[in-house]
């Protein structure tokens, strides 16, 4: 096992790209190369970052990249509110979207803590 797969962050990701991809088919297919191809660009992009972060032996890099990744989180709650309000997601969907996506950023916010 990889020592990224050990990572509680690492395993809360995986279960929002699980949770994202199965919520995206339900999208209109005038959205599949805007709105759909972004949240999946966005959160794949997230996905690489964490990656990238375990790897880092610098620290002041490592701060970097996981800034980066808490400014990619922001994009998504962003996306994610802007699918409800366009009525792509229920509430229930919303929520539980953006409960992931919190989880997340303290599990990551605590990360960011440790690296300083």
Same mark, same amino acid.
């Given at each position: ?46 996905? @690489?970052? *964490?990656?990238?972060? /375990? ?5 002041? &890099?490592?701060? %970097? !990249?996981? $800034?980066? +990744? ?16 366009? @009525?792509? *997601?229920?509430?229930? /969907? ?5 409960? &992931?996506?919190? %989880? !997340?950023? $303290?599990? +990551? ?8």
């Amino acid at each position: 096992m990889n020592d990224v797969e050990g990572l509680m962050i690492y395993k809360q990701y995986m279960e929002l790209i699980y949770y994202m991809e199965n919520i995206v088919l339900k999208y209109p297919k005038c959205e599949k190369l805007s709105l759909v191809s972004n949240i999946k660009n966005n959160t794949y992009l997230g996905m @690489k970052k *964490i990656i990238m972060a /375990n790897k880092e032996f610098n620290k002041g &890099k490592r701060i %970097n !990249i996981l $800034n980066d +990744l808490d400014t990619d989180m922001k994009i998504l709650k962003v996306l994610i509110r802007l699918s409800y309000k366009k @009525k792509y *997601i229920n509430g229930n /969907n919303y929520r539980a979207w953006s409960k &992931k996506i919190s %989880n !997340i950023g $303290n599990l +990551l916010g605590g990360w960011i803590k440790l690296c300083r």
